[in-house]
């Protein structure tokens, strides 16, 4: 279904719903008064998602001395692992996510799943020093969606942050509205120019350079497209936008290189 407006999946306790471990929740005023008329709401509970219930026995993170950099998750008192179950749960509501399009995330701050950051984390025998780390979920969504705009409901107090975030959330849906033609892409562009600029010249500029290598590219396609052209022609323009990019995945293959150079066997195709 076509959006009309940003969608933000947001951790569902910030819109009141009655899913904290006590059965409460962290109603944010600003978010369901004000925020809920320009967005729509995709609400997630990572907690409940895994089965554990409302109420529940709380939840932390750990480490272990094997693994210090691996972010573990067990219940708070009687030690259960739940890590496993988190990671499986996180990979089916990824699925949703990936269908539902989300253009951000607002997070509940200092949760052992929600936290983007600064959650409390312990020793395994909880006797060692204790970790500021993201939440098991949101690192899930910082590895999955590295380019999703995400805020915690802390930093949404910050009026400076907080209209960053926003800014950032329109920017990812008119994005993802448009229909893939160079023209929507220029237009987007021109009208970000000025929020670009005052982000960074110097990207503004490698993006119009960018979009100015995109053109070179299609055109060259077209030309393959209409016969005025041989295929490596378009291949090794490719090939060389690969190499530049170091898309590493890409220069390993074979179609990009398929036999030695020196045949010159390109000049028949
Ligand atoms: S912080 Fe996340 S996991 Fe905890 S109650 Fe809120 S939505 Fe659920």
Redesign the pocket.
């Known amino acids: 279904m076509k959006k009309t407006k940003p969608l933000i999946g947001i951790?569902?306790?910030?819109l009141g719903q009655a899913?904290?471990?006590n059965k409460g929740n962290?109603h944010d005023k600003w978010i369901t008064n004000e925020l809920s008329k320009y967005v729509d709401f995709y609400p997630?509970?990572?907690?409940?998602e895994m089965g554990l219930g409302t109420p529940r026995e709380e939840i932390h993170l750990y480490y272990t001395e094997q693994d210090k950099k691996e972010i573990k998750l067990r219940s708070k008192f009687t030690r259960k692992e739940l890590t496993s179950l988190a990671n499986e749960t996180y990979e089916k509501m990824n699925k949703k996510s990936d269908e539902a399009q989300i253009d951000g995330y607002i997070?509940?701050k200092k949760?052992p799943?929600?936290?983007l950051g600064n959650v409390k984390t312990v020793s395994e025998d909880e006797k060692g020093n204790v970790k500021l780390l993201p939440g098991l979920?949101a690192n899930n969504l910082e590895r999955r969606y590295p380019d999703i705009p995400k805020q915690d409901s802390g930093r949404m107090k910050n009026d400076l942050l907080r209209e960053q975030f926003i800014q950032t959330v329109y920017a990812h849906y008119r994005f993802s509205q448009l229909d893939g033609s160079m023209k929507s892409l220029r237009d987007f562009q021109k009208k970000y120019k000025y929020i670009l600029m005052e982000h960074s010249q110097n990207k503004m500029r490698q993006l119009g350079g960018m979009a100015a290598n995109l053109e070179n590219l299609l055109a060259v396609l077209r030309d393959y497209k209409a016969g005025l052209s041989g295929y490596m022609i378009p291949v090794n323009l490719i090939s060389f936008f690969i190499k530049k990019n170091k898309v590493e995945y890409l220069m390993e293959q074979y179609y990009f290189d398929p036999y030695p150079k020196e045949l010159k066997l390109s000049k028949v195709l």
């Open positions: 951790s569902g306790c910030l899913v904290r471990y962290t997630i509970c990572p907690e409940v997070l509940m949760s799943s929600c936290g979920y």
